[in-house]
């Protein structure tokens, strides 16, 4: 995504990602220790599994974090993430920019 023009969609669907602390803890643990399956980071960030899962979910929509199902040796299957290569640099011309693709009337 990098050095790329967004859309209005996709703007607003980075900026709701990652309005959340829970979501900016997971891109964070992901940025600085590497990919991770879900139960280590559930366990290192300290949230449950079903709630990260969700807000895993979010990063991925939003094209900010990218899975892998894997196996492990032992058999299981292991769903491993990573931050994705973005860049996000919020300004007024940005904006204007990203406005531009959004829908004239939108619902309120």
């Given amino acids: 995504m990098k050095d790329e023009t967004l859309s209005g969609e996709q703007l607003l669907s980075m900026l709701a990602a990652l309005a959340n602390p829970h979501r900016l803890r997971i891109i964070a643990a992901l940025q600085s220790q590497g990919r991770n399956y879900v139960s280590q980071l559930a366990r290192e960030i300290g949230i449950s599994r079903p709630l990260l899962h969700l807000h895993l979910q979010k990063l991925e929509e ?4 990218t899975s892998q199902l894997e196996l492990s040796p032992d058999g299981k299957a292991l769903n491993y993430f990573e931050v994705s290569r973005f860049a996000l640099e919020v300004t007024p ?5 990203a ?6 009337h939108l619902d309120p």
Avoid: C, Q, Y
Avoid at 93 to 97: D, R, T
Avoid at 99 to 104: E, G
């Fill in 93 to 97: 011309a940005a904006i204007a920019e």
């Fill in 62 to 65: 939003a094209g900010l974090v």
């Fill in 99 to 104: 406005a531009k693709s959004l829908p004239t």
